[in-house]
């Protein structure tokens, strides 16, 4: 008898967990490679918070943590379920940052190669094309709507935050404002108030601790630092305020139509211009810079925005640089205030002066193509460049050990510079291994500045900004950048749009943006910042958290009965019911065993007189309990 009861109490539990069991195996298991670069502090600061809110609905997440050599192939081979990357921000968005993703050494190629019908790659990359040959304002900002709205529908980028650039000053200084580029630190508008002309900085490079300047070459990308090379050379054209195109060595331009239907700009450029070698700015040294960046194969390297591919022709009238386009192109302006690569050197840094051959001595530095580009030296000869330009700081000394690492990096002031001279006499750039160092000399003083995003954790940068006021100034940018989790159409795992928005609505980004960035960055729903031109547009829908929703897209059953509150109600009725029978399905066992049954029949007698008189009622069962005031009283009848 007591085996039977037992086997009964086991089914039902068995039941029980069986059921709650079936609900969670009715999720859809997946695994997703994950990859981040080695040296980017912030995705290594929210990467177990996304791997563990996946995991939450049967997503299991693969994490690959890769080199910068092993990052750029795992991008180019579209081997990847997810990453993390930053849109470029100001003055790049939106047209040139698009432009890119037409370039298979761009991640966004790769991440777009699989998007839902009827956009593809082809026709998305056509509409991105077109919107920079419009010419009238409205029909730009309306085109550039219908192709955000577009991307955004297909689910393939995670907005998560919107990236403010920290600058960290100390009280001595005065005067500094925030660039209009993310990765730009103007120091020539900062005034000494005490102490030393001479200053040292800890600065961001990439959005990482600094390790080196690299060669400091005006045409050339990385290892070339973006905050160096504005420092040391000028373009025609500089980026203001809300996109405001600004003169720089050109004062002045004209703008006309061609009969070709291109255009023809005729730049005014600045007189009484020195390079930091004393040797004078003028047209012929603009277009020798031009010659070299634009040539028939050193432009292939230059294809990710447009004013490379539009340029047909780059000459001199009377001292004036005049360029024409083979369509009418409106970034082209936008595209000539960038820190590189149309920005330049003195005809002196070249190997040959102004008979530099831009096939047989070329601008370039061997071996700084990048990998992806080794191929183009096969058809032009490196021959390099001096550091020289015409901005405010030059070049004084670099010493680089041989882990790469600069352990002497000087600027020193161009006492000749066209604008207003700075106040600062050299700059020291200073290289730590941690941000715990940078934070201990900001406040010691041993340590001046730290700028952009790398030398200070957002939480440390909080805590000098609210708890060290006293000793430094802390200043932010306008949002300048997003940061975005890249999913991969192109590859099985994301290659499902319902998967996609799956992983999307599973990641409580607020609650780790908290967390982690202490409140200096902040949650964004969609692919660019609204500062740029013609970025500042409603998309729909909101890509935000929500757990009900991933639930019901990659685990069904379980999503369902969370959609009817009377589903709800039962499960938790029964499941209140289900812990009772349980409970006493225990104190019964525990009865039999002590040989005191809960439940027994009734004697055969007791039996019989009841079956005499039905009239009294259903027959009872014996509860046979003890007694605890009257021991050997006997069972007592309940009905």
Request: overall charge negative; some cysteine.
């Amino acid at each position: 008898m007591m085996e039977q009861r037992l086997f009964v109490f086991v089914l039902v539990l068995s039941l029980l967990l069986g059921s709650a069991r079936a609900a969670d195996d009715n999720c859809q298991s997946s695994t997703l490679d994950f990859i981040i670069k080695a040296d980017d502090p912030e995705m290594a600061a929210v990467e177990d918070d996304i791997v563990q809110d996946l995991a939450k609905i049967g997503i299991t997440v693969n994490t690959r943590v890769l080199d910068s050599e092993a990052y750029i192939e795992a991008e180019l081979e579209g081997d990847y379920n997810m990453l993390f990357t930053r849109t470029w921000g100001a003055p790049y968005d939106p047209h040139s940052y698009l432009n890119s993703w037409a370039v298979p050494a761009h991640v966004e190629y790769s991440a777009i190669g699989g998007m839902e019908p009827p956009l593809t790659r082809d026709s998305l990359l056509t509409m991105i094309a077109d919107a920079q040959l419009q010419t009238d304002a409205r029909k730009i900002a309306e085109q550039w709507e219908a192709i955000l709205q577009a991307i955004h529908t297909q689910a393939m980028f995670l907005p998560l935050w919107g990236t403010r650039v920290p600058y960290v000053l100390n009280r001595r200084f005065g005067g500094f404002t925030p660039s209009t580029q993310t990765y730009s630190y103007p120091l020539e508008s900062v005034k000494v108030l005490s102490g030393s002309k001479d200053v040292t900085v800890a600065p961001g490079a990439g959005g990482s601790l600094f390790t080196s300047v690299g060669p400091v070459h005006p045409h050339q990308y990385f290892p070339n630092q973006l905050f160096v090379q504005s420092w040391v050379y000028e373009g025609l054209v500089g980026y203001g305020q809300d996109g405001k195109i600004i003169p720089a060595l050109a004062t002045s331009w004209i703008e006309e139509d061609l009969p070709s239907g291109g255009s023809r700009y005729t730049f005014t450029l600045r007189e009484s211009v020195k390079f930091h070698d004393g040797s004078e700015w003028n047209c012929s040294v603009a277009k020798l810079n031009f010659d070299h960046v634009l040539s028939d194969t050193v432009k292939e390297r230059h294809q990710w925005y447009g004013t490379t591919g539009q340029l047909t022709s780059w000459t001199c009238s009377a001292g004036k640089f005049v360029l024409e386009t083979k369509d009418k192109y409106y970034p082209l302006l936008q595209e000539l205030s960038y820190i590189r690569p149309l920005t330049f050197a003195a005809a002196s840094a070249f190997a040959k002066g102004l008979d530099s051959d831009p096939d047989t001595h070329n601008s370039c530095k061997s071996g700084d193509f990048g990998s992806k580009w080794a191929f183009l030296e096969e058809s032009v000869t490196c021959a390099g460049l001096k550091p020289i330009g015409t901005g405010p700081f030059k070049l004084a000394s670099q010493r680089t050990n041989p882990d790469g690492i600069d352990y002497v990096a000087v600027f020193a002031r161009h006492d000749d510079y066209w604008g207003s001279v700075p106040d600062i006499e050299t700059i020291h750039l200073k290289y730590y291994d941690n941000t715990d160092d940078v934070m201990k000399d900001l406040l010691s003083g041993d340590l001046d500045m730290a700028l952009g995003i790398g030398p200070l954790t957002a939480k440390q940068v909080q805590e000098m900004k609210f708890y060290h006021s006293d000793i430094v100034d802390v200043r932010h940018s306008e949002v300048m950048q997003h940061a975005l989790l890249v999913l991969n159409t192109n590859k099985g795992g994301t290659s499902d749009i319902k998967s996609r928005e799956t992983i999307i609505h599973a990641i409580d980004k607020g609650r780790f943006i908290k967390e982690e960035f202490a409140g200096l960055e902040q949650p964004v729903t969609q692919l660019l910042p609204v500062n740029p031109p013609f970025c500042d547009v409603d998309l729909s829908p909101k890509w935000a958290y929500d757990f009900e929703k991933a639930t019901l897209l990659n685990c069904p059953r379980r999503g369902e009965a969370k959609l009817s509150g009377g589903a709800v109600a039962g499960i938790v009725v029964g499941g209140i019911c289900g812990a009772i029978a349980i409970g006493f399905a225990c104190f019964m066992y525990v009865k039999e065993r002590a040989g005191e049954p809960v439940f027994q029949p009734l004697n055969r007698e007791d039996a019989r007189a009841d079956s005499s008189n039905l009239d009294a009622g259903p027959i009872d069962y014996v509860v046979k309990t003890a007694d605890v005031s009257h021991p050997n009283t006997g069972p007592i009848n309940v009905a």
